[in-house]
């Protein structure tokens, strides 16, 4: 049986330290960058991107540890809890 995009994804986004485990999805919710409110146009917000977050970062299929275009030099850090 051939691979589900699901368990594809999920293979790609077990982080080394294991502090992030996901069947798809983003760790922004785990980041103490992000905004608690969205846009004007309902998307997620964050200091990186304040007009918003973009697609590949917030589905998950790019994790945000090292710098990318337009990220106002901030990546992700964890939320202190």
Same mark, same amino acid.
């Given at each position: 049986? &051939?691979?589900?995009?699901?368990?594809?994804?999920?293979?790609?986004?077990?982080?080394?330290?294991?502090?992030?485990?996901?069947?798809?999805?983003?760790?922004?919710?785990?980041?103490?960058?992000?905004?608690?409110?969205?846009?004007?146009?309902?998307?997620?917000?964050?200091?990186?991107?304040?007009?918003?977050? &973009?697609?590949?970062?917030?589905?998950?299929?790019?994790?945000?540890?090292?710098?990318?275009?337009?990220?106002?030099?901030?990546?992700?850090?964890?939320?202190?809890?």
């Amino acid at each position: 049986m &051939p691979k589900t995009k699901d368990a594809d994804r999920a293979e790609r986004f077990v982080d080394t330290d294991l502090s992030f485990i996901s069947l798809g999805g983003a760790e922004c919710h785990k980041c103490k960058h992000l905004n608690e409110e969205t846009n004007d146009d309902g998307e997620e917000t964050c200091k990186a991107f304040p007009g918003g977050i &973009p697609d590949d970062i917030i589905i998950g299929d790019t994790l945000h540890r090292v710098p990318v275009d337009g990220d106002n030099g901030i990546t992700f850090e964890p939320r202190e809890e």
